[in-house]
């Protein structure tokens, strides 16, 4: 397997949160997906106000753009999220819509990034995610 997970002692733990503190790859082709939202196939926003849905069908998104590079997330070694107005209290929705597709999409723990933006390009879109893997 190309990408180990791992969580060093003296670092905090993060497996509530579904990430892990480092990712070691030893693959030799790298995949970069840009910042992907809650549209589907026809350019239409999804989940209007709902953090958890676009999470989740944000995710499916980058599902779709791993594959198509021949990669998965065990493949990932970054992930860096952007939420629109984030607070602490968002935490359990960003959370739910993770886990609405973790099984589906067999997503493993990378290193992750949250961070809080005013506004992403377009009104309504609440999330944005990037994903980088390393495959053979």
């Known amino acids: ?17 579904g990430y892990r503190q480092v990712a070691i790859a030893t ?8 910042g992907q939202v809650a549209y ?19 995710y499916r998104n980058v599902a779709i753009a791993l ?3 021949g990669a998965t997330f065990r493949d990932v070694v970054r992930l860096t999220f952007y939420v629109v107005d984030w607070k602490p209290e968002m935490m359990p929705a960003f959370l739910a819509g993770i ?4 099984a589906e999409l067999q997503i493993s723990p990378a290193p992750a990034s949250l961070i809080g933006v005013s506004v992403l390009f377009e009104p309504g879109v609440l999330v944005e995610i990037e994903a980088t893997a390393v495959v053979g």
Do not use: I
């Open 1 to 17: 397997m190309p990408v180990t997970l791992l969580n060093p002692e003296g670092l905090p733990k993060t497996d509530a949160y």
């Open 27 to 34: 693959g030799t082709r790298q995949v970069h997906v840009a």
């Open 40 to 58: 589907d196939a026809n350019g239409q926003l999804v989940a209007r106000g709902d953090l958890a849905g676009q999470v989740a069908r944000a």
């Open 67 to 69: 594959a198509a590079a």
């Open 99 to 102: 886990e609405q597709v973790a």
